[in-house]
T-cell receptor, first 114, second 118 residues
Framework: AQKVTQAQTEISVVEKEDVTLDCVYETRDTTYYLFWYKQPPSGELVFLIRRNSFDEQNEISGRYSWNFQKSTSSFNFTITASQVVDSAVYFCALSSGSARQLTFGSGTQLTVLP | GAGVSQSPSNKVTEKGKDVELRCDPISGHTALYWYRQSLGQGLEFLIYFQGNSAPDKSGLPSDRFSAERTGGSVSTLTIQRTQQEDSAVYLC????????????????FGPGTRLTVL
């Protein structure tokens, strides 16, 4: 069985603060993929990043960075110097083994205040 | 290039009626997925098509739900005898699929169809 847990339901920060969104996953498969999606108020899910289970390198893209740690089954997402436009619901997701469909966490509502 | 498109964007129907929701995937994507998003249940997988293989229907909540994909491209999700609990946003996604490895698993979503059952 696969499971993704995003324990933070809502986070509120002031613009320019750094914020980390937590994601913990469960799977028995040795090959799996982890994803982050952003859902702004407009509603469309926007793909942000994919990580393969065999690649634990952290990744940085502009103000976004991701920390993948297999030892703790976590795939956390950090936004540096947050901006109001970062306000959205962020979903962590997992696909593993032969199953291609995504198992989503419950999402974290991030509000960045000006 | 064009992204995933879905129609209609909104659908209001009466309990007991049938509805059809349409999805046009990204050109060249062989895999197509349907999910639904509701307040109480979050994002749930419904069905997955990969090329000409038999679809994975393991997420369909009841036999009132069915989907088809014609010519390996456009897909239609049909809900028969709609119930109020079917009210949700129905999301379609597509990916390269096949043996494209991790990149083949990257799913790109359409804007969704908001279904309201009165």
């Amino acid at each position: 069985a696969q499971k993704v847990t995003q324990a933070q339901t809502e986070i509120s920060v002031v613009e320019k603060e750094d914020v980390t969104l937590d994601c913990v996953y469960e799977t028995r498969d040795t090959t799996y993929y982890l994803f982050w999606y952003k859902q702004p108020p407009s509603g469309e899910l926007v793909f942000l990043i994919r990580r393969n289970s065999f690649d634990e390198q952290n990744e940085i893209s502009g103000r976004y960075s991701w920390n993948f740690q297999k030892s703790t089954s976590s795939f956390n997402f950090t936004i540096t110097a947050s901006q109001v436009v970062d306000s959205a619901v962020y979903f962590c997701a997992l696909s593993s083994g032969s199953a291609r469909q995504l198992t989503f966490g419950s999402g974290t509502q991030l509000t960045v205040l000006p | 290039g064009a992204g995933v498109s879905q129609s209609p964007s909104n659908k209001v129907t009466e309990k007991g009626k049938d509805v059809e929701l349409r999805c046009d995937p990204i050109s060249g994507h062989t895999a197509l997925y349907w999910y639904r998003q509701s307040l109480g249940q979050g994002l749930e997988f419904l069905i997955y098509f990969q090329g000409n293989s038999a679809p994975d229907k393991s997420g369909l909540p009841s036999d009132r739900f069915s989907a088809e994909r014609t010519g390996g491209s456009v897909s239609t999700l049909t809900i028969q005898r709609t119930q109020q609990e079917d009210s949700a946003v129905y999301l379609c996604a597509s990916s390269l699929g096949g043996t494209s490895g991790g990149k083949g698993n990257e799913q790109f979503f359409g804007p969704g169809t908001r279904l309201t059952v009165l």
